[in-house]
């Protein structure tokens, strides 16, 4: 950290140290979320998700592939992140970075060690084709937790999915005009936690990224299951920290599920 | 584990677990190269992990996957905490982790190589840092699985630590754990880290011991 940095380190952790924190929530707080689905009529599914002034989307396409030779009746996941310049005057235009890729590997993780899409279901033909969900991602808006507002947005978006009917007459199929919903059993969360100096802070804003000294997201199911987990900076955690952060996540998975079923609002 | 087997770096060590196999060279601190980069208070950390395209079952293309830019970047912040970068400002320090072959478990053993590379190349630390990954096969917690434990296991928890300050650096979990599993984990992580740091401190003593023989 730079010693710009380190001054605004040392304010919000004065202002942690009375039970606050700089915009005014508690410390186990999340700010207000809010989600909209089917907003993109030409993405078979999409979300707009907003954590306070952190905007999201995701829009999925479904494509007909070959499966993956050692699961040749399974469908595909594939999520991809994109940081628009539109976020942030640190963005870039170009190739996702290495901040990029590791926040959509986040969410991909989370959704697919979850076995949340009975990929079983994504089948056409054995062997030969199934769907591939193509998951794209995009940050508009970066105030802090991109990575929580991709995986609910991700989520949102699989949830208003609709995958069409086929009919399929021995290696050849037919799309019909008819469609059901991508076959969902469970809905992973992801949560992220920071620490700063030693508190921990869950759902933080850009103001208090930067003065983190690490982050931790924990991709949890209703059960108390992780499907996920990542440690994300160059801090240092110890056992006791990560008690407490899996126990924040799960209650805040919670709450963010129960949005997610809701619909939005 | 073996310190020293290479002669034109700063710093090198050699790691085999298993059927994993993978060198790591360091180089630096030197100066800053383009100079933008440079930090005004303390030395830039750059890693690189890289599977050679030999490495895998199937030929891996040489370009960096996006598997492995993540892995990158975690590495880099499992060994940064460990290094007191800010005795070296406006430097790099390049850390090159090379898989040569790959039975699962290639993070870690990057990171408890990499570490033993930065103590040869004489840069100060708090502590080396060691990995191994918890993983949960047929319902067991079992530490450091090969690639078909892997393929068939239901969970990888890479875990890197600083032993002696018992400090996690790195914290990645794939695949479902509960809580309980989660806790039992580290410890069971704690322990195999403990041995593997036992293996790197008698690398580094009989590196140090043949170069004063020399």
């Given at each position: 950290m730079d010693s710009v940095t380190l001054l605004r380190q040392k304010d919000i952790i004065s202002v942690l140290s009375?039970?606050?924190?700089?915009?005014?929530?508690?410390?186990?707080q999340y700010r207000k979320a809010n989600i909209r689905v089917g907003?993109?009529?030409?993405?078979?599914g999409s979300a707009i998700v907003s954590l306070g002034n952190t905007v999201v989307v995701a829009g999925i396409k479904l494509e007909t592939g070959e499966p993956f030779p050692d699961t040749p009746n399974e469908g595909v996941l594939a999520v991809n992140l994109e940081l628009l310049p539109h976020a942030s005057p640190s963005f870039e235009p170009g190739p996702p970075d290495e901040n990029a890729i590791e926040m959509a590997r986040i969410v991909d993780r989370g959704i697919r060690e979850s076995k949340s899409i009975k990929s079983s279901e994504l089948c056409i033909v054995p062997g030969k084709k199934v769907w591939i969900v193509y998951v794209d991602i995009s940050a508009?808006?970066?105030?802090?937790?991109i990575v929580d507002a991709a995986g609910l947005a991700a989520m949102a978006a699989l949830l208003s999915c609709k995958i069409p009917d086929v009919r399929v007459e021995g290696e050849e199929f037919l799309r019909l005009d008819t469609k059901k919903p991508i076959p969902l059993v469970e809905k992973p969360v992801p949560v992220t936690v920071a620490k700063i100096g030693d508190y921990l802070v869950v759902d933080p804003t850009l103001a208090e990224e930067e003065v983190s000294d690490v982050k931790v997201t924990v991709t949890t199911l209703e059960s108390g299951v992780v499907s996920s987990i990542q440690k994300s900076g160059s801090g240092t955690l110890t056992e006791d920290d990560v008690r407490k952060i899996y126990d924040l996540a799960l209650e805040k998975g919670r709450e963010l599920r129960s949005l997610l079923s809701a619909g939005g609002e | 584990m073996e310190v020293g087997i290479l002669k034109n770096c700063s710093g090198s060590a050699y790691i085999e677990q298993g059927k994993t196999k993978i060198i790591v060279a360091v180089h630096g601190p030197?100066?800053?190269?383009?100079?933008?980069?440079?930090?005004p208070d303390r030395a830039l950390l750059r890693t690189r992990y890289h599977m050679a395209p030999f490495s895998t079952g199937e030929r891996k293309s040489p370009a960096p996957t996006r598997r492995e830019i993540e892995l990158t970047k975690v590495i880099r912040e499992a060994l940064e905490p460990s290094l007191l970068l800010e005795e070296f400002p406006k430097t790099t320090i390049d850390v090159f982790i090379e898989v040569l072959q790959a039975d699962a478990g290639t993070r870690s053993a990057g990171v408890t190589a990499a570490s033993l590379a930065l103590a040869e190349a004489g840069i100060p630390m708090r502590d080396l840092v060691a990995a191994i990954a918890v993983g949960k096969i047929g319902g067991q917690l079992v530490l450091d699985l090969n690639e078909e434990e892997d393929e068939h296991g239901q969970a990888d928890m890479p875990v890197a630590m600083m032993p002696n300050l018992n400090r996690i650096t790195l914290l990645q979990l794939n695949g479902r754990l509960t809580k309980e599993e989660i806790v039992t984990g580290l410890t069971l992580a704690q322990k195999g880290i403990g041995k593997l740091y036992e293996l790197q401190r008698q690398a580094l003593k009989s590196v140090v011991e043949k170069n004063i023989g020399e």
């Open positions: 009375t039970g606050t924190r700089v915009d005014g929530r508690k410390l186990d907003v993109y009529e030409k993405a078979d508009m808006d970066h105030d802090g937790n | 030197r100066e800053a190269h383009p100079k933008h980069l440079a930090l």
